[in-house]
């Protein structure tokens, strides 16, 4: 078959096959019902695998039977559990299922018919991704990575069930003293939030270490302990890295992404506040040490904080953020894709929402904002430039101190998302964002 997922945004699809052995087949509506997520894993016999949220917001694995693809015949094969499925595979004879077990991977296995279950061990707490495969498959490779882990490539046959070591990626940054911590903190209506922690040995809880807090909050992706060299370049200058789990992601499945999503949108800027006031109160920094950071969906993150508590940070660093939530959707082809977690200002109920925390219609003039860089590129077609030009023109015009207001504009490149933006762009870029943040945070 040819598989076809068609979708307008991230919280629905569809799933069809088009049989390609019979010219002038009819198309079969596999999932027709647009109420959830689903993915294609593979087809063995007269039955098809997929994963999908339909009727379990924390995931499950079913089999549809192709002569009748009614959702009432689906067959639970890994049924939905207490911990939600962020991906899911078929090799070989195994269901591989990649669960979050708070915001970290673990893996276990199945057999097809369901049952069976086993537990993948893993080299420790991190994020895997990979193991691509089919029902045909003998093997696959995933990768195993860490804050401090640059990347463990390991191979899996489904006949043992086992991972063997196949390469381990190397970096020049000193790991060995690199500290991982996860924290819980509670938000502002009493949702339990966990927060990683990032940070060299010897750290004292003086209120007084330059800490720089990151998050996205958006679309379903979670954030996990993974390896991202430019941020923990920030751990080299002396800072202490924390990267808040906030809702609008996929950290605790589609009720937790579905909690910071469109009218719920300030759910994810509470998160965000109360794991500031947190780092506060614990003796981790204090405001006068606090940088906040975020690219895309968390550069609206951060301008819309900035924006609601600037007491609380002395720099902030928005980049290719969505800031004008009025007009998001006007200026870009995929833009109007994003509905699912913004929704439209032609609604009024959404109108309500987006214009409580736009930022670039909530800037006070004569507010005192942090310092503020903002990053954006000039040919961005995802996320239009001139979010941030707006942005940057409404915070310089109100700034009520001494504070500066900086706009850097990428002239030669767009979004950077998937790896786009030259290597040689991004060092330039993040060694100027560190650069303003350490001058601000007085390192």
């Not at 089999?63 to 911990?83: F, K, Q, T």
């Not at 276990?108 to 691509?132: C, H, M, N, W």
């Not at 023109?393 to 790896?419: F, K, M, S, W, Y």
Request: net charge negative; charged share 20%; glycine share 10%.
């Amino acid at each position: 078959h040819l598989v076809l997922s068609i979708a307008e945004n991230n919280r629905s699809n569809g799933l069809y096959l088009l049989p390609l052995d019979a010219p002038g087949a009819a198309i079969i509506r596999l999932v027709d019902s647009w109420n959830g997520v689903s993915s294609y894993l593979g087809t063995i016999g007269d039955s098809v695998y997929i994963h999908t949220n339909i009727d379990a917001p924390k995931g499950r694995v079913v089999a549809i039977d192709l002569a009748d693809p009614d959702p009432a015949g689906w067959r639970n094969v890994v049924p939905e559990s207490a911990l939600p499925i962020e991906d899911a595979s078929i090799v070989g004879d195994r269901i591989v299922v990649h669960y979050l077990e708070d915001a970290k991977s673990r893996v276990d296995l199945f057999g097809v018919a369901g049952g069976d279950r086993e537990q993948l061990s893993l080299p420790g707490i991190g994020k895997v991704s990979g193991f691509t495969g089919s029902p045909a498959s003998t093997e696959t490779f995933f990768v195993f990575e860490s804050f401090d882990n640059p990347g463990t490539v390991l191979n899996f046959r489904p006949h043992t069930a086992q991972a063997t070591l196949f390469h381990q990626m190397a970096t020049a940054l000193d790991t060995d003293t690199l500290v991982t911590q996860q924290v819980f903190y509670t938000s502002k209506d009493g949702t339990r939030v966990p927060m990683f922690i990032v940070h060299r040995q010897g750290v004292e809880l003086d209120g007084a270490n330059p800490t720089m807090l990151y998050g996205y909050g958006g679309f379903g992706v979670s954030m996990l302990p993974d390896w991202d060299l430019r941020l923990l370049g920030w751990l080299d200058m002396g800072g202490v890295l924390a990267i808040a789990n906030l809702r609008g992601g996929g950290e605790y499945g589609a009720e937790w992404q579905a909690a910071g999503a469109r009218e719920r949108k300030q759910n994810v800027f509470d998160d965000f506040i109360a794991a500031a006031e947190w780092l506060i109160t614990e003796r981790w920094t204090s405001p006068e040490k606090l940088a906040i950071y975020g690219r895309s969906n968390g550069g609206l993150l951060v301008g819309a904080v900035e924006l609601q508590r600037p007491d609380l940070f002395a720099a902030a660093g928005p980049a290719v953020g969505v800031l004008d939530m009025l007009r998001y959707h006007a200026p870009s082809a995929n833009a109007r894709s994003w509905m699912g977690d913004y929704g439209l200002s032609e609604i009024e109920s959404d109108y309500r929402a987006q214009r409580a925390y736009s930022p670039v219609h909530n800037v006070e003039p004569g507010t005192c904002y942090p310092a503020t860089i903002i990053h954006t590129g000039k040919f961005d077609d995802r996320v239009v430039p001139w979010h941030s030009y707006k942005f940057t023109a409404a915070l310089q015009n109100a700034q009520g101190c001494d504070n500066p207001v900086l706009l850097r504009t990428e002239t030669r490149a767009g979004h950077g998302a998937g790896g786009a933006k030259p290597r040689h762009m991004l060092i330039d870029e993040f060694a100027e964002l560190y650069a303003f943040f350490g001058w601000a945070l007085g390192m």
